[in-house]
């Protein structure tokens, strides 16, 4: 997914930070600000648990299929329902997933809210009529199959994950929501199609919120704390809103040409709460180590950073080179170096009492 901030690009820093400061007994791992989870998911797969938080729920829905399931589930009850023959568990669940999948993707399309709002049949361009049709056909049937106990939590969540994967790859975007294009580009003319999600190792009790971090940090405790903030004023939830919707379904008021639904505000994209939040947050992590990404761009200096960090320990900096993607124009993508920082901090002051 083409995510504002990803740090999918820049695991391998991660972990290099990661290795150099920790001594390999670190058990747990906190993604506060989890996004799409590419940090959790990289740190499940090397073994620690994870406890990722978003306050988004797509961002939710992402983390807790890829952090909470371990392995394609069998699907048991909603196989019955198409009448398949089920191929032994102990001989593959890769077969049995393929034919769920064949099974959802050939659901014959329905007009919903998807439909109504994202489509040219309301006006607006996010998807093609065909695929959002087949959205709202698969949204409502994870929704009635969950209720009546023919998919567990675990079976949905793995397929609103990967229609939320399959959904961003067909949006008629120049890359985030924020507005949508006025002619189909050649991949939202595709059909949307769920595929089978690159799960990681096995790693039990992960655990997922949907909460402001704010507030969390106030009642989790783990090894290593990541935290990786919005840097700037682009709010996730006016950049992302469409999929919020598709992973809710809650029919929420639209507003205007994009079609934009009422979203909470990050505190960490505004220049006047930003230190605030983040002082709060650093005093109340209950960690042994502290990573924070942030570059020299943010809203945050780089003074403000290492004031902040202080207040817990002696803070260090790691820099690399980063080059990334920025849209242009919306059309053509331009590459821009810039530095990324993982700041660090070892904690050797006592959390604040929570309250
Ligand atoms: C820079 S992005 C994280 C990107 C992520 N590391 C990745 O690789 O995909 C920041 C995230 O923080 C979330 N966020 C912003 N303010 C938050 C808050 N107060 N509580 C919880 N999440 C918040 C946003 O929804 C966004 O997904």
Not at 63 to 81: D, G, K, M, S
Not at 90 to 107: D, H, I, P, T, Y
Not at 281 to 290: F, G, N, P, S, Y
């Amino acid at each position: 997914m083409n995510y504002i901030g990803s740090k999918q690009t820049l695991l391998p820093f991660i972990e290099q930070v990661f290795r150099q400061v920790t001594n390999g007994s670190e058990k747990t791992f906190c993604d506060l600000f989890a996004g799409t989870g590419a940090v959790g998911r990289h740190f499940k797969r090397l073994g620690l648990r994870i406890i990722a938080n978003d306050f988004q729920h797509y961002a939710f829905a992402l983390n807790h299929a890829y952090l909470t399931i371990n392995r394609p589930p069998r699907f048991a009850n909603l196989q019955q329902q198409f009448n398949t023959d089920p191929v032994p568990a102990r001989v593959s669940n890769v077969g049995q997933l393929e034919r769920v999948l064949a099974f959802v993707n050939a659901l014959p399309g329905i007009t919903g809210f998807i439909t109504q709002q994202y489509s040219p049949a309301g006006g607006r361009r996010y998807y093609s009529t065909d695929n959002a049709q087949k959205a709202d056909a698969i949204r409502q049937a994870l929704n009635r199959w969950r209720q009546h106990q023919l998919i567990n939590e675990a079976e949905f969540s793995y397929l609103r994950c990967s229609l939320l994967e399959a959904i961003d790859q067909v949006a008629n975007t120049a890359s985030v929501y924020g507005a949508f294009l006025k002619q189909f580009k050649a991949s939202a003319q595709k059909p949307l199609t769920l595929r089978p999600l690159a799960l990681s190792n096995h790693v039990m009790g992960c655990q997922v919120f949907q909460r402001d971090a704010n507030e969390l940090i106030r009642e989790i405790e783990c090894d290593v704390l990541y935290l990786d903030p919005p840097y700037n004023h682009r709010q996730y939830g006016a950049n992302y809103h469409v999929l919020e919707t598709i992973a809710a379904y809650d029919e929420p008021v639209l507003t205007g040409v994009t079609g934009l639904r009422p979203y909470s505000r990050s505190r960490y994209c505004q220049p006047k709460a930003a230190a605030a939040a983040l002082e709060d947050l650093i005093r109340h992590a209950r960690a042994k180590h502290i990573l924070l990404s942030y570059n020299d761009e943010g809203l945050l200096s780089l003074d403000d950073v290492t004031r902040i960090l202080s207040l817990r320990g002696k803070p260090r900096r790691f820099a690399t080179e980063y080059n990334r993607f920025k849209a242009d124009n919306g059309r053509a993508y331009k590459r821009t170096g810039t530095v990324e920082f993982v700041h660090y901090v070892r904690v050797t002051t006592p959390a604040a009492a929570s309250g």
